[in-house]
């Protein structure tokens, strides 16, 4: 009896590992059709700078609305289209919509977009962002790259090669969750770098929090001393944006300053040359 309970959780185990693995080729082959299919939109998050209080431009964040599925966050999903190469599409998209956008907005508002590992690594990548500019109109100076250090791993030396292509181009590139890479300070040194956004983690609580708080200084040094803008991600109190304030921090972005939202919702910024600090934009669908 033991031996066919044995079996039977055996055989149990057995068919949960299929469901799981079914669900995730079926996840896999949604996602490398999510863009055709339409399922994909873009949300963009305000960055101001902290000196004067305004909006200097938008991070844009992807969104997946799968039927059937609800949301689902980047967080989760981009990693399994990195693993199955559907983020080759889903970035293409991206780019494309990204780019049509904000060629509409008064200039000088930028626009920020994250690249991941192996679309940087992908052989046309230049090329696209080349031509994605050339069919949007939108200046060069007016997109920034956002590149996160897990991409900066593999291939020295191609990468390198990439970043002086992109930047050839006019593009600008930021180093994103900075401090939370595996060598944060020679990724700096090593690749040409235009900004460096002090991860969430270390922005929390910056006001109340001695750690936190001599991290976030050093990186203002750091950026200083290289002559590199630093912006503050995650900033959500008033404690912490005064904090930021007080240590002469360039840029910051965070709930406090604007949710990420559908475009419209920012339309008073992007139509007008009136850009000014914008205090709450409504919440977006939470994930399910
Ligand atoms: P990220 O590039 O570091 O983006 C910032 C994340 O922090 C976003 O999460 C944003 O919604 C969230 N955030 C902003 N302000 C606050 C705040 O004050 N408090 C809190 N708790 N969170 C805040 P989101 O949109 O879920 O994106 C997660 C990650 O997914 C991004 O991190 C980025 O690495 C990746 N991602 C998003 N869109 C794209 C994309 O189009 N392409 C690629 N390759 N990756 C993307
Ligand atoms: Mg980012
Ligand atoms: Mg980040
Ligand atoms: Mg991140």
Known sequence: RAKAEQLGGYRFFEQTMSEELNDRRQTEHDLRHAADRGELYVVYQPQASVASSSIVGFEALVRWRRPGHGQMSPSTFIPLA?????????GE????????????????????????????????FVALVHTVLFESGLPPQRLEIEITETALVRDFT?????????????????????GTGYSSLSNLRAFPFDKIKIDRSFVTAVD??????????????????????????GVETEAEMQFLQLEACDGAQGYLLGRPAPIDQFAH?????????LSHAEDEPREQ
Not at 164 to 178: N, S
Not at 209 to 231: C, D, F, K, T, W
């Open 158 to 178: 191609r990468t390198l090669a990439t970043l002086r292509q992109l930047k050839a181009l006019g593009v600008r590139i930021a180093m994103d969750d900075f």
């Open 269 to 277: 910024l992007t139509r007008a040359n009136d850009v000014r600090l």
């Open 82 to 90: 990195e693993e199955c190469g559907a983020i080759l599409p889903i």
């Open 208 to 233: 109340s929090n001695q750690q936190a708080a001599a991290i976030v200084r050093s990186v203002l040094g750091l950026g200083r001393g290289l002559g590199l803008p630093v912006m503050a991600e």
């Open 93 to 124: 998209w991206v780019l494309r919509s990204v780019c049509r956008e904000a060629a509409g907005w008064p200039n000088p508002l930028s626009v920020a977009v994250n690249v991941s590992a192996v679309q940087l690594h992908a052989p046309n």
